[in-house]
T-cell receptor, first 115, second 114 residues
Framework: QQPVQSPQAVILREGEDAVINCSSS?????VHWYRQKHGEAPVFLMI?????EQKGHDKISASFNEKKQQSSLYLTASQLSYSGTYFC????????????????FGQGTELSVKP | EAQVTQNPRYLITVTGKKLTVTCSQN?????MSWYRQDPGLGLRQIYY???????DKGDVPEGYKVSRKEKRNFPLILESPSPNQTSLYFC?????????????FGQGTRLTVV
């Protein structure tokens, strides 16, 4: 079941903050976050595991609420380089234990950072 | 350099003419998969492979075939392409099917079927 991302699109000025949410109706084992710049391949940002800690690097961090099957990606003091489409990818617990690491991606959130 | 290589990057073909999109990785990864990306739908998995000679359907497998005869290669075959297969395709690989395994994506193949 495809996770639902919100918002679908967001426009920011440099230095502003943004939150992107990813929600699933299934019990999750992990959540991945990827960023795709226009015309390029998606690039891995981070993985959040069930029972794990909040992750982050630089000014991008994420959390995983296992009870709600939701993950949020936090972008603080946004830079022009943050522009792109952000995807969450989820590993459902049931599928993971039977079939391994199948990732199901959300529909994406388009982030535009303006000067 | 660790990478996933897809070919071709762009392809325009006619309905019904068989085609193959190649995918190769040089990281000795076990797990490989194919996705298609369409506006508003995100990345949807077509097929995946957990190892050599082990393949299975993803969420949108109709009209596609794959094979995994060698660990490094995972070609996507469209036996009889149709216009609804016009899309952007990505191949991805990861170390294994387990946790903590980030996916590495190829540069994509933009396919147009007329």
């Amino acid at each position: 079941q495809q996770p639902v991302q919100s918002p679908q699109a967001v426009i920011l000025r440099e230095g502003e903050d943004a939150v992107i949410n990813c929600s699933s109706s299934k019990a999750l084992y992990s959540v991945h976050w990827y960023r795709q710049k226009h015309g390029e391949a998606p690039v891995f940002l981070m993985i959040l595991l069930k029972g794990g800690e909040q992750k982050g690097h630089d000014k991008i961090s994420a959390s995983f609420n296992e009870k709600k099957q939701q993950s949020s990606l936090y972008l603080t003091a946004s830079q022009l380089s943050y522009s792109g489409t952000y995807f969450c990818g989820t590993q459902e617990a049931r599928i993971f234990y039977n079939q391994g690491g199948k990732l199901i991606f959300g529909q994406g959130t388009e982030l535009s950072v303006k000067p | 350099e660790a990478q996933v290589t897809q070919n071709p990057r762009y392809l325009i073909t006619v309905t019904g003419k068989k085609l193959t999109v190649t995918c190769s990785q040089n990281m000795n990864h076990e797990y490989m998969s194919w996705y298609r990306q369409d506006p508003g739908l995100g990345l949807r998995q077509i097929y995946y492979s957990m190892n050599v000679e082990v393949t299975d359907k993803g969420d949108v497998p109709e009209g596609y075939k794959v094979s995994r005869k060698e660990k490094r290669n995972f070609p996507l075959i469209l036996e009889s392409p149709s216009p609804n297969q016009t899309s952007l395709y990505f191949c991805a690989s990861s170390l294994s099917a387990g946790v903590n395994t980030e996916a590495f994506f190829g540069q994509g193949t933009r396919l147009t079927v007329v």
